[in-house]
């Protein structure tokens, strides 16, 4: 069984804009901290969003402004609206759910990861 299946990515233009969608299974929908991480090329994996079962959100610097992230609870999908995408944010995508920090909450640097997708590539070009 597929618990969380990420979708929208694709080849876009500098400037342009892209919408990731990830379904998941309702066991894990309920997770109560749900996040989007990437990893570029030759880079390692970082958090870019996370958001928790409130709709409180986190950001880091890198993207804020330009991306967000959303949650619908009826469909048990998880978003990531991306605008003015720029060569840097190429990279493959993934959405995970999990536990948030107990000291920190549920945050793109403290996420303590349960699920993950298979991934999305995002290919920007300059």
């Known amino acids: 069984q597929v618990q969380l299946q990420e979708s929208g990515g694709g080849s876009v233009q500098s400037g342009g804009s892209l919408r990731l969608s990830c379904a998941a299974s309702e066991n894990v929908y309920t997770m109560p901290c749900m996040g989007w991480f990437r990893q570029g090329p030759g880079k390692e994996r970082e958090g870019i969003a996370t958001?928790?079962?409130?709709?409180?959100?986190t950001y880091p610097i890198s993207v804020k402004g330009r991306f967000t992230i959303s949650r619908d609870n009826d469909k048990h999908t998880l978003y990531l609206q991306m605008n003015e995408l720029k060569y840097e944010d190429t990279g493959m995508y993934y959405c995970a759910a999990g536990l948030p920090s107990p000291l920190y909450g549920c945050t793109y640097r403290y996420f303590s990861s349960r699920y993950w997708g298979q991934g999305t590539q995002v290919t920007v070009s300059s």
């Open positions: 958001i928790d079962s409130a709709g409180s959100t």
